[in-house]
């Protein structure tokens, strides 16, 4: 909170979060002995704790969230975020901390208080702290002084308390060196993929097959519940002619958003991309540089740049022969960036080292930085104060619509009497269906779903407008006959059983390779290739394995060469038998760059583990009693 108060001094945020320090004390007073037992929610030793400490730290969290998450914070994340038992534990754990302060010590005194006012540049007055300033600014808030100060001791002594719990965590040098020789460990396998798709068409199945898959399965059939409305859309095009603006408002709007109209330099280019890892050595250095070289002197020769990439690039714009499209200076690491926008349309660069290896730059196209002038601007802002003032109407006739259809009980009634066009399809509606005339809008299919049958919504906003809707129908879950999923079915069961010959295949070839220790010769026997990955950790996978998560912690346990993981690798669909060519530990100089970065992040990782504990403890030790549930 007192970090909240530095950053943002005189700003909106610091009104809120002063009066939300001061919900607690809005009504203290005046309770009967009654509204006092409501209010209290839980006990923690001889402490309740109220619905007011619990209101606050609930709508603190929700902020939080909502700044985290935007738009994207839906009421069924918030669900899952279990937001209103984050707040109780929050509200418990302050008193327990409180609680523990006063026996260790920490509790802050009152020339702590005065230090960290005096710090809060919202209570200045031409650089210096102003008493009159601070009273004014906390009346506005409906708070004085004393309730102020109280609280801003409670905040620092917590923060003495949780600083002096972290203060005990300590990093060993040999815990550092472990972990970069985890994160850095370096390994090369040999490996054969053998994939289920190459067995499906060998998989024959029958009817009665079909049948029992499709019992067995019968809940991934499921259709989900599905719903049939009526609903009256408000369309904000409908309401553009309504609208009118005039110069003065377009140019306002062009002097209040400047940086709208402003548009960097901009570069169109493709790249050949030859990988190489941070730890790679020198000879690696030198040994990618000479394929990359390689192949620049072939499109200084001619040679097409784009099949080129398709053919020797190393990152995702390969298949697109390189194009990364239009960018920004600022959109991609200094030395690309330099290099791409020192160029004119058309040049290629010499070789460009970044982070990522050795790059060959063409640039295509060239858009230099401008400021789009108002009179070429004007028609774009005059669409969107026309649409912004759109949304006001088409709301305000939403609002009425919505009122008379919920006094009339349907929106069919209220559209007749308003003489609004009612959308009735006959067909029903999944969650993540499109309705016709609103399109794709997931929050309104939401909000219908959480309607009871013949229940009228609310309005509902949408990207182009409005839409109040009724439920007419709610279509239970349902598994659907096997006829109308046939092809579905059997599509799964001979993937699935492709998939059991795929491992059967992958299990015998680890087998024969166990037996007689030559992987090529076993593969090429079993009618499959074998491919050498480049060297790769944790921290840097393979550019053409990419394993992953278990799949590669199977092959990060093998320690000398020749060595095979205990069984076929499942991963991203197929089965991997494998063994370990080589294996190196971090050079010197890697782990000398990580050392100081690695001990950070250890000790953070060790403060909030003995914080936790620590906060553990304090429950176990104490007693807490829930009075109401939430």
Same mark, same amino acid.
């Given at each position: 909170?007192?970090?909240?108060?530095?950053?943002?001094?005189?700003?909106?945020?610091?009104?809120?979060?002063?009066?939300?320090?001061?919900?607690?004390?809005?009504?203290?007073?005046?309770?009967?002995?009654?509204?006092?037992?409501?209010?209290?929610?839980?006990?923690?030793?001889?402490?309740?704790?109220?619905?007011?400490?619990?209101?606050?730290?609930?709508?603190?969290?929700?902020?939080?969230?909502?700044?985290?998450?935007?738009?994207?914070?839906?009421?069924?994340?918030?669900?899952?975020?279990?937001?209103?038992?984050?707040?109780?534990?929050?509200?418990?754990?302050?008193?327990?901390?409180?609680?523990?302060?006063?026996?260790?010590?920490?509790?802050a005194g009152v020339e702590d208080v005065q230090g960290e006012i005096l710090s809060f540049p919202v209570f200045h007055?031409?650089?210096?702290?102003?008493?009159?300033?601070?009273?004014?600014?906390?009346?506005?808030?409906?708070?004085?002084?004393?309730?102020?100060?109280?609280?801003?001791?409670?905040?620092?002594?917590?923060?003495?308390?949780?600083?002096?719990?972290?203060?005990?965590?300590?990093?060993?040098?040999?815990?550092?060196?472990?972990?970069?020789?985890?994160?850095?460990?370096?390994?090369?396998?040999?490996?054969?993929?053998?994939?289920?798709?190459?067995?499906?068409?060998?998989?024959?199945?029958?009817?009665?097959?079909?049948?029992?898959?499709?019992?067995?399965?019968?809940?991934?059939?499921?259709?989900?519940? &599905?719903?049939?409305?009526?609903?009256?859309?408000?369309?904000?095009?409908?309401?553009?002619?309504?609208?009118?603006?005039?110069?003065?408002?377009?140019?306002?709007?062009?002097?209040?958003?400047?940086?709208?109209?402003?548009?960097?330099?901009?570069?169109?280019?493709?790249?050949?991309?030859?990988?190489?890892?941070?730890?790679?050595?020198?000879?690696?250095?030198?040994?990618?540089?000479?394929?990359?070289?390689?192949?620049?002197?072939?499109?200084?020769?001619?040679?097409?740049?784009?099949?080129?990439?398709?053919?020797?690039?190393?990152?995702?714009?390969?298949?697109?022969?390189?194009?990364?499209?239009?960018?920004?200076?600022?959109?991609?690491?200094?030395?690309?960036?330099?290099?791409?926008?020192?160029?004119?349309?058309?040049?290629?660069?010499?070789?460009?080292?970044?982070?990522?290896?050795?790059?060959?730059?063409?640039?295509?196209?060239?858009?230099?930085?401008?400021?789009?002038?108002?009179?070429?601007?004007?028609?774009?802002?005059?669409?969107?104060?026309?649409?912004?003032?759109?949304?006001?109407v088409a709301y305000h006739k939403a609002r009425e619509f919505a009122d008379a259809a919920y006094a009339d009980g349907?929106?069919?009634?209220?559209?007749?009497?308003?003489?609004?066009?009612?959308?009735?399809?006959?067909?029903?509606?999944?969650?993540?269906?499109?309705?016709?005339?609103?399109?794709?809008?997931?929050?309104?299919?939401?909000?219908?779903?959480?309607?009871?049958?013949?229940?009228?919504?609310?309005?509902?906003?949408?990207?182009?407008?409005?839409?109040?809707?009724?439920?007419?129908?709610?279509?239970?879950?349902?598994?659907?006959?096997?006829?109308k999923v046939k092809s579905r079915v059997q599509d799964d069961l001979k993937a699935e059983r492709a998939r059991e010959?795929?491992? &059967?295949?992958?299990?015998?070839?680890?087998?024969?390779?166990?037996?007689?220790?030559?992987?090529?010769?076993?593969?090429?026997?079993?009618?499959?290739?074998?491919?050498?990955?480049?060297?790769?950790?944790?921290?840097?996978?393979?550019?053409?394995?990419?394993?992953?998560?278990?799949?590669?912690?199977?092959?990060?346990?093998?320690?000398?060469?020749?060595?095979?993981?205990?069984?076929?690798?499942?991963?991203?669909?197929?089965?991997?038998?494998?063994?370990?060519?080589?294996?190196?530990?971090?050079?010197?100089?890697?782990?000398?760059?990580?050392?100081?970065?690695?001990?950070?992040?250890?000790?953070?990782?060790?403060?909030?583990?003995?914080?936790?504990?620590?906060?553990?403890?304090?429950?176990?030790?104490? &007693?807490?009693?829930?009075?109401?549930?939430?």
């Amino acid at each position: 909170m007192l970090t909240v108060f530095r950053e943002h001094a005189g700003s909106w945020i610091i009104k809120i979060a002063l009066f939300a320090i001061i919900v607690v004390f809005i009504f203290w007073g005046g309770y009967s002995y009654k509204s006092m037992r409501a209010s209290r929610l839980a006990r923690v030793g001889d402490v309740y704790v109220t619905y007011a400490d619990y209101n606050q730290a609930y709508d603190h969290l929700l902020n939080m969230y909502r700044r985290q998450f935007g738009n994207h914070l839906t009421q069924e994340l918030l669900e899952r975020l279990n937001i209103k038992q984050q707040a109780l534990d929050l509200v418990i754990d302050r008193v327990l901390i409180t609680q523990a302060a006063r026996a260790l010590g920490l509790n802050a005194g009152v020339e702590d208080v005065q230090g960290e006012i005096l710090s809060f540049p919202v209570f200045h007055v031409d650089g210096r702290f102003d008493r009159q300033r601070y009273v004014a600014v906390l009346q506005q808030n409906r708070m004085t002084p004393q309730a102020f100060e109280q609280q801003l001791a409670q905040d620092l002594t917590m923060r003495r308390v949780e600083s002096f719990v972290k203060g005990q965590a300590v990093v060993s040098d040999a815990e550092v060196t472990a972990d970069v020789q985890y994160r850095f460990s370096r390994v090369q396998v040999a490996y054969a993929q053998i994939d289920p798709k190459n067995f499906q068409d060998k998989v024959t199945i029958d009817d009665a097959q079909v049948s029992a898959f499709f019992e067995k399965n019968a809940d991934r059939y499921k259709e989900p519940e &599905k719903r049939v409305v009526a609903y009256v859309p408000f369309v904000l095009e409908d309401f553009l002619g309504d609208v009118a603006i005039n110069d003065d408002d377009i140019r306002t709007y062009y002097e209040d958003h400047r940086d709208q109209f402003h548009h960097e330099k901009q570069v169109k280019a493709r790249h050949i991309l030859f990988r190489l890892g941070a730890q790679a050595s020198e000879d690696e250095v030198k040994k990618t540089e000479a394929a990359a070289r390689s192949v620049l002197e072939k499109v200084r020769k001619g040679e097409d740049f784009a099949a080129l990439a398709k053919a020797h690039s190393q990152d995702g714009s390969a298949q697109a022969g390189g194009d990364l499209g239009w960018f920004t200076k600022d959109q991609m690491v200094p030395a690309f960036a330099d290099a791409a926008f020192a160029m004119k349309a058309g040049e290629v660069s010499d070789l460009v080292r970044t982070p990522f290896g050795w790059h060959i730059i063409k640039v295509e196209d060239v858009r230099p930085e401008e400021t789009v002038p108002l009179d070429k601007a004007k028609p774009q802002i005059e669409l969107n104060l026309k649409r912004e003032k759109a949304r006001d109407v088409a709301y305000h006739k939403a609002r009425e619509f919505a009122d008379a259809a919920y006094a009339d009980g349907g929106v069919a009634k209220a559209a007749e009497r308003m003489h609004r066009t009612v959308e009735a399809p006959e067909k029903a509606f999944g969650l993540t269906d499109i309705l016709p005339k609103v399109g794709n809008a997931p929050e309104v299919m939401k909000a219908l779903f959480a309607l009871g049958e013949g229940e009228v919504s609310d309005v509902l906003e949408w990207a182009n407008g409005f839409v109040v809707g009724q439920v007419k129908k709610i279509q239970a879950p349902q598994v659907p006959p096997l006829e109308k999923v046939k092809s579905r079915v059997q599509d799964d069961l001979k993937a699935e059983r492709a998939r059991e010959e795929a491992e &059967k295949a992958a299990k015998a070839l680890l087998e024969e390779v166990r037996r007689h220790g030559d992987l090529d010769k076993a593969a090429a026997s079993a009618g499959v290739s074998v491919q050498t990955s480049g060297w790769f950790s944790r921290m840097e996978p393979d550019e053409k394995l990419r394993l992953w998560g278990d799949a590669a912690e199977a092959v990060f346990l093998l320690q000398k060469p020749g060595d095979m993981p205990e069984a076929p690798l499942s991963w991203q669909g197929a089965f991997i038998v494998c063994r370990l060519v080589g294996r190196q530990d971090p050079a010197p100089e890697v782990l000398e760059k990580e050392r100081e970065d690695t001990r950070m992040r250890l000790t953070q990782m060790k403060q909030n583990q003995l914080w936790q504990a620590w906060i553990a403890k304090q429950r176990s030790l104490a &007693k807490v009693e829930i009075l109401q549930q939430l």
